[in-house]
């Protein structure tokens, strides 16, 4: 039986500008074993990479996480452990900086593929010395047994050794994205966050990243997190997706589930809007209007004003989730009616 690695529960972040609240992700909750991979997927700015980084506690100074929320990781809660109870602003947390526990959790054992390799490293050091830095301020070993160990991971994911001396911007963009996998495995963490990890590169090199990295999960086992707006990429590599619109996890299950039960109809759309290799070829469909603003979102279902099944009751009343068989849910009030009548993303898999 698959052992329960993370187990995020209602986590709600809400950003505080000088007009109110931006409520980026609201009551999010999902579960993922040990060696699988989740898709976490929607369109730009729906709160992915938001949720990614409330996981490993790297939010900005206005971010705040409503009481309540919880991250259990291998059985810790990283909420509390590295926030506390917010003196300004009732009912919310606000993260303690540089906190010497989560540091313990942090690339150790949660390590993260950051959005766009291109500006990642720091452009004034080698890339192979940022990766040893890492090495070296969480493990008690040597320069040289750390940089034997960065020989070791560049070979591994297909970079030359004698590149390791080289600086940020003497690699080629797929050299970077490598060059990233290669950091984010360089203590042997038990998740990786990957953040849009194929962002800006060309199909062909994409392919191949994304091959490397299923080789890399399979064989060391690793459990994945992969944000991204691509469904493409998540029919390629995901066990589990959840699907989020408008900071709300509007329906979370298998891939296939999602791909051939589709039970929500912002997940329908988002299938309508890619390219299909196989099936029955289709005119791709753009979803119509824009996403809410966050800062003041919808009475209701979020997804309404946009939602061709939506009723008055969808204007009025926020949906709840509604579990349409064992570990698939859906956030929608017509979710069991819905369900089996949507096309969802058949023929992707």
């Not at 040597?142 to 560049?154: G, P, S």
């Not at 064989?219 to 994945?224: A, E, G, R, S, V």
Request: a neutral charge; proline letters at 5%; charged letters at 25%.
């Amino acid at each position: 039986m698959a052992s329960k690695l993370l187990e995020v529960k209602d986590l709600s972040i809400h950003y505080k500008i000088r007009t109110g609240w931006v409520y980026a992700v609201d009551d999010v909750s999902f579960t993922i074993n040990r060696g699988e991979t989740m898709g976490l997927v929607g369109e730009s700015g729906c709160g992915k990479t938001t949720t990614g980084y409330g996981i490993i506690q790297l939010l900005a100074n206005n971010a705040y996480i409503k009481e309540g929320s919880q991250v259990l990781f291998d059985g810790t809660d990283l909420v509390t452990l590295s926030t506390e109870p917010s003196k300004k602003y009732e009912g919310y947390r606000r993260i303690i900086e540089y906190h010497p526990e989560m540091r313990k959790f942090r690339w150790k054992r949660i390590s993260m593929i950051f959005q766009g390799a291109m500006n990642a490293f720091n452009p004034v050091f080698k890339v192979g010395d940022q990766i040893i830095e890492a090495i070296l301020t969480h493990e008690n070993i040597t320069y040289e047994e750390a940089r034997k160990r960065v020989e070791r991971l560049y070979k591994l994911v297909g970079i030359p050794v004698d590149r390791i001396d080289n600086y940020p911007h003497e690699y080629s963009g797929g050299m970077k994205q490598r060059a990233m996998i290669a950091m984010a495995l360089a203590l042997n963490p038990d998740l990786i966050i990957a953040d849009e990890p194929t962002t800006a590169l060309d199909v062909v090199t994409q392919d191949r990243i994304l091959g490397e990295m299923a080789r890399l999960q399979k064989k060391h086992n690793l459990t994945m997190i992969l944000i991204t707006h691509d469904v493409s990429v998540v029919a390629e590599m995901a066990h589990k997706i959840s699907v989020m619109y408008a900071g709300h996890l509007v329906e979370f299950g298998t891939a296939r589930e999602i791909f051939k039960e589709t039970a929500n109809p912002y997940t329908e759309a988002l299938m309508k809007a890619f390219p299909n290799i196989r099936g029955e070829k289709k005119r791709l469909q753009a979803i119509p209007g824009s996403p809410p603003d966050l800062s003041n979102p919808p009475k209701g279902c979020r997804f309404a004003p946009r939602c061709p099944y939506a009723k008055d009751r969808c204007l009025e009343e926020k949906p709840p989730l509604v579990e349409i068989s064992p570990g698939h849910v859906s956030r929608c009030h017509f979710a069991e009616e819905l369900y089996g009548e949507l096309s969802g993303g058949e023929g992707n898999e």
